[in-house]
């Protein structure tokens, strides 16, 4: 069955970097989108950045220029390279993909950002 599992989550203070991964299995990676979604307490999850099988990327505004999307289909990982980190982007961070209908969420993993 579909499984996503991701990693890398940690407490850092404003203006680092920190990468997550998220590591898929039990389905064919390479030909479907994946996404990495938040959620800060208190507040509705939000669609932070997609990233299609060939590569190409899509952010949300409020990570545009900061954050990257990246995949690599040999290893069935997907990765968010968090650069310049505010406050603002403590959550919890999730991946999640779209196979024959359904969804597939991962467990999450916690960026805290504090100085």
């Known amino acids: 069955q579909v499984q996503l599992v991701e990693s890398g989550g940690d407490l850092v203070q404003p203006g680092e970097s920190l990468r997550l991964s998220c590591r898929a299995s039990?389905?064919?990676?390479?030909?479907?989108?994946m996404d990495w979604y938040r959620q800060a307490p208190g507040k509705e999850r939000e669609l932070v950045a997609s990233?299609?099988?060939?590569?190409?990327?899509n952010y949300a505004d409020s990570v545009k220029g900061r954050f990257t999307v990246s995949r690599d289909n040999a290893k069935n990982t997907v990765y968010l390279q968090m650069d310049s980190l505010k406050p603002e982007d403590t959550a919890v961070y999730f991946c999640k993909t779209t196979v024959y209908g359904n969804n597939y969420w991962g467990q999450g993993t916690q960026v805290t950002v504090s100085s």
């Open positions: 039990g389905y064919t990676f390479s030909r479907y989108v």
């Open positions: 990233v299609r099988g060939g590569g190409s990327a």
